[in-house]
């Protein structure tokens, strides 16, 4: 029998079945008991080798609560299970989801939304019928995927920021060199290191003095977005960028968020009469600059794709420059 316990305003819950032990605090009595009981009956069907009837909706949360914490991308993850819950096939039991339940639902998202996007829920969604496919879960003992025909994906995209675009944008922003004054122009020295490091955004604003090595001309990422770690190494320009980062946070790089970042951005952009790339594109916009410095590996390693394959598309010289490096 689970057990509970008062502490202050919250409600302990304890449970115990075949040496398994397990303990959660809630908000109310009754949200206790809930989980409490509900625990229990996993754990016995566990033991039992019988399948435990929960929603998809209910599932999907517990991912969001359980997994996609350890994931770089858990806000993304979050927001886009939230999402997902709101379809009518999260409402039905997980077990009883088959191939046709989830082509129905790849047909309603492609209806408002592009390939890309589906393919990428596909991906979360595969992840989360693995994770309940375990014995510690097992909220499933099949896995329809494989009969569920994905859609095609976008063509990649391929915008890049053109000459003399990156310096308007970060003259609108106010930058003119040494230690930015406010928000704004770190926005400028965020943009302009994605540009010579090819640093994805988040990357960067998240950057912490501890892993910047500006005397070995590297810096360390304890993850990624593939959940790997990599080191980054810098040009003298990106050196110069975070020497002028210095002495405004003893801990972080950067002290502007993500949200700040998008709103400077767009009104450096506006302001500059620019249309088109994004933040986003300096990493592509990089990549494509590096390419022409680089070998593949070596610029596969510098920005952490694991499949050397997928950095062809930046490979951009026509085939009139490539016959020139011929003779």
């Given at each position: 029998?689970?057990?509970?316990?008062?502490?202050?305003?919250?409600?302990?819950?304890?449970?115990?079945?075949?040496?398994h032990?397990?303990?959660?605090?809630?908000?109310t009595?009754?949200?206790?008991?809930?989980?409490?009981?509900?625990?229990?009956?996993e754990?016995?069907?566990?033991?039992?080798?019988?399948?435990?009837?929960?929603?998809?909706?209910?599932?999907?949360?517990?991912?969001?609560?359980?997994?996609?914490?350890?994931?770089?991308?858990?806000?993304?993850?979050?927001?886009?299970?939230?999402?997902?819950?709101?379809?009518?096939?999260?409402?039905?039991?997980?077990q009883?989801?088959?191939?046709?339940?989830?082509?129905?639902?790849?047909?309603?998202?492609l209806?408002?939304?592009?390939?890309?996007?589906?393919l990428?829920?596909?991906?979360?969604?595969?992840?989360?019928?693995?994770?309940?496919?375990?014995?510690?879960?097992?909220?499933?003992?099949?896995?329809?995927?494989?009969?569920?025909i994905?859609?095609?994906?976008?063509?990649?995209?391929?915008?890049?920021?053109?000459e003399?675009?990156?310096?308007?944008?970060?003259?609108?922003?106010?930058?003119?060199?040494?230690?930015?004054?406010?928000?704004?122009?770190?926005?400028?020295?965020?943009?302009?290191?994605?540009?010579?490091?090819?640093?994805?955004?988040?990357?960067?604003?998240?950057?912490?003095?501890?892993?910047?090595?500006?005397?070995?001309?590297?810096?360390?990422?304890?993850?990624?977005?593939?959940g790997?770690?990599?080191?980054?190494?810098?040009?003298?320009?990106?050196?110069?960028?975070?020497?002028?980062?210095?002495?405004?946070d003893?801990?972080?790089?950067?002290?502007?968020?993500a949200?700040?970042?998008?709103?400077?951005?767009?009104?450096?952009?506006?302001?500059?009469?620019?249309?088109?790339?994004?933040?986003?594109?300096?990493?592509?916009?990089?990549?494509?600059?590096?390419?022409?410095?680089?070998?593949?590996?070596?610029?596969?390693?510098?920005?952490?794709h694991?499949?050397?394959?997928?950095?062809?598309?930046?490979?951009?010289?026509?085939?009139?420059?490539?016959?020139?490096?011929?003779?």
């Amino acid at each position: 029998m689970p057990t509970f316990r008062k502490r202050g305003d919250s409600w302990r819950a304890e449970v115990a079945r075949n040496g398994h032990r397990e303990s959660k605090t809630f908000s109310t009595k009754r949200e206790a008991m809930d989980w409490a009981n509900r625990r229990e009956l996993e754990l016995a069907n566990v033991r039992a080798g019988k399948v435990t009837r929960w929603t998809l909706a209910d599932v999907m949360q517990r991912y969001a609560d359980e997994v996609s914490p350890e994931k770089a991308g858990e806000r993304w993850e979050k927001a886009r299970i939230a999402a997902m819950k709101t379809d009518q096939v999260a409402k039905m039991v997980m077990q009883d989801i088959g191939p046709a339940d989830l082509a129905a639902w790849r047909d309603r998202r492609l209806a408002k939304v592009q390939g890309a996007t589906v393919l990428r829920e596909i991906g979360l969604l595969r992840a989360i019928w693995t994770r309940a496919k375990l014995g510690e879960w097992r909220y499933v003992d099949h896995d329809p995927w494989p009969d569920v025909i994905k859609p095609q994906d976008n063509p990649a995209r391929k915008v890049i920021f053109q000459e003399g675009q990156a310096e308007r944008i970060v003259t609108a922003l106010g930058y003119e060199g040494g230690t930015p004054k406010d928000k704004r122009e770190q926005t400028a020295v965020a943009f302009l290191l994605a540009l010579e490091t090819a640093m994805r955004s988040g990357e960067i604003l998240t950057l912490e003095w501890k892993h910047v090595h500006l005397e070995r001309r590297m810096l360390h990422l304890p993850k990624s977005k593939n959940g790997d770690a990599r080191d980054v190494p810098l040009s003298r320009r990106a050196v110069e960028l975070l020497e002028a980062m210095k002495g405004i946070d003893e801990d972080k790089v950067f002290t502007v968020n993500a949200g700040l970042r998008d709103a400077y951005f767009r009104q450096g952009k506006t302001l500059a009469k620019i249309d088109g790339p994004t933040f986003h594109d300096a990493r592509a916009t990089a990549i494509t600059r590096l390419a022409k410095k680089l070998d593949l590996l070596e610029l596969a390693r510098m920005v952490g794709h694991r499949d050397p394959r997928s950095l062809m598309t930046y490979y951009r010289e026509s085939a009139t420059e490539i016959a020139n490096k011929l003779d």
